[in-house]
């Protein structure tokens, strides 16, 4: 049985991704289109005649000419925290580099310490209200890492928090475990320790827990992730953890090249990474090796924009052929930015992307990197009816205004949302 | 009758304006404040506790703590137009220049023409839902200059829509002549006899149209503008132009520096303009002038941000005592943003303001701008009730967060809109 038929809408599907060099800029547009949704899913597209005479008992949505795109996919945040940043934003505008603050105890830790108080109650009512943001701003499904937590009890409160919100709002969340996002106080001076730490303890453990949660019912897998940077954790420790995490069969993912070029991108690659993420500092000899891979390259220009650094290559990735998807790297220190449209606007502006590749970057290509491939990220029969329908007639808009919401409703599964 | 009491507030609030140098980062916040709102306006200002006492009776908006503002301003908006430039956007992403695109027919040129296919009713409905989103987004007041239209008919018809607009929206709009904004295909290679035209013909019959307006009626003033810069009008036009205006007691403003420093922002100095608006090119010479004067320097963040172009050193303005503020310069073609709470998040990063001065610049000074300081602009008994509640405690999140929208609800002239 149809439950609902969008009809008259100005149709932007996709096909199935990855999409990699020149099929990113790949868009196709239907005019007078409609689409019936079944049991949360798309079951048939075609023109508004032929669906509105096939199903006339279907609840319709009159979508009166304007732009019908598949919600967004956020595919690198890191939403659920508690506490603030904002002291320290006012830091950076008086000069302090983001480097300086967390060199002083600020940054990341300030909200590890928010995070370590906060027990799983007010970490899912502080990430709420972040996560509806996104939703308004037509972001259906979204990646979040864990590592504010970097102890056992915490990494796996916030994974906790993670199924609650899953389970909680019309948004499919996907976790993260990024244990290693930063040296713990505790182990300040042995980030080797730690990695052995989260290698044995809290990889098995999350592991575990995911094995019991509904992700894993779904088919939602958790990945692996590691900020290797200076002041982090170095190339050779990034590596052990993820290869410890590949041997359990976890898909594997690494931070590189925000600041330095170190040498992660490489070991990531030697480990058939799902996806490496930021490039801002990447040379363009492993822009052109990651573009030969079939590891994507996932770049923030939010996190660009706020910080005043150079933006990501991602012009060269996608020229030389490689596989590119945007993310908002929804985070209080780096990124405090809800918004997919302005990142796809940002990247359109300054990493030089035309729209519809800034587009494809954060659906088809996003939803690859999370292993929802099959369920998300553009308009096809078969796939999760998660829908956008702007309020004008030319989608690009999304890409072209900014700081506004061209999203005028959100269709989830199938309901409006 | 006290209509509403909105309690338990952190009340931003801000002193009379305009403010000027180190002044314009003051801020004072209130805990557990209240307004109480009669017939429209700002009654009284104290604790929840007093004020509950003494209201009984009213309607009560409970803050629950978070932050109260005063509505926004947007003294420099080109919002009222018709049709669409979003291929042009692609041209640019492609690598074409601003300049380039208008050399070649393209820009502004584009808007006209299909300004002046429109008639009054399509003006108004293509317009409403831009202004509706500067209204989600904070604003209250907004400015609107005409010059899409550079010929009589169509300029009218553009002031027009502005003044159904008023009447329909809950916005105080405010109207500008922009008739000298380019030179029109008609008057092509004869900028001077174009602004003879706009002097002897366009000027006296807006002064006209202004005297029987609504605006005039309620005291808010028209101001004539011009847009100073090589290809549009030089100097010795622009200063005919607004010494003209001025000879019929029209207040006066200028885009001056946009490109190049022609000196359009001396001569508008000269006639005491209320303010001058873009100064990305101006000299520091000239900006330490301006800082001298009672002229506001209103600068334009956005704009900036889309064109990739330098931006205004708000910064010095500010350091060298004078007086600033923000604008969206909301347009079609160098600035598709209705957000002021996005310009102010660009200001702090790009302009190196403190969040209490963005907050300022785009409230009490934008007011001021606008001959409007005595109505609105800040939290003090007798203006009028045009608040924001935002969705958290910390007002400065709507220049930290940045995408999103952090406004919760809008109070215009006392009702919740």
Known sequence: MTALVIERARLVTGTGGPLRGAALGALRVIEDAAVAVAAGRIREIGSTRELAARHPAAERLDAAGRALLPGLVDCHTHVVYAGSRIGEFERRLAGE??????????????????????????????????????????????????????????????????????????LD?????????VVPPEYAGRAGDYVDHVIDKLLPAARQWHARSRFAARGVPLACDVFCERGTFDVAQ???????????GLPVRAHVDQFEAL????????????????LEASTPESLQRLARSSTVGVVM?????????????????????????????????SAPCPSL?????????????????ALNAATVNAAHVLGLGAEVGSV???????????????????????????????????RLV
């Not at 009512?125 to 259906?140: A, K, N, V, W």
């Not at 969340?173 to 996002?181: F, G, Q, R, W």
């Not at 506004?404 to 599964?413: D, E, I």
């Open 97 to 170: 580099s983001y480097q300086q603050i967390a060199a002083s105890g600020g940054g990341i830790l300030v909200t590890v310490a928010a995070t370590r108080a906060a027990g799983l109650d007010r970490l899912v009512d502080e990430s709420t209200p972040r996560l509806r943001q996104m939703l308004r701003l037509g972001t259906t499904a979204v990646e979040i890492k864990s590592g504010y937590g970097l102890d056992l009890e915490t990494e796996l409160r916030m994974l906790a928090a993670i199924e609650r919100l899953d389970a909680a709002l019309p």
């Open 173 to 181: 969340l996907v976790p993260t475990l990024l244990a290693a996002h």
């Open 238 to 248: 990034s590596r052990r953890l993820l290869a410890a995490a590949r041997a359990l």
């Open 263 to 278: 040498g992660g991108l490489d070991a990531a690659l030697d480990l058939a990474a799902v996806s490496v993420d930021h």
């Open 301 to 333: 220009p939010a996190a660009s924009f706020h910080l005043g650094q150079r933006y990501a290559n991602a012009r060269a990735l996608v020229d030389a052929g490689g596989l590119l998807a945007l993310c908002t790297d929804c985070n209080p220190g």
């Open 341 to 357: 449209p302005l990142a796809m606007a940002i990247a359109c502006r300054y990493q030089k992307l035309r729209p519809a590749e």
């Open 380 to 414: 096809e029969v078969g796939k999760q009816a998660d829908l956008l329908l702007l309020d004008c007639r030319d989608w690009r808009e999304l890409a072209y205004s900014f700081g506004g919401n061209p999203v005028a409703a959100v269709v989830k599964n199938g």
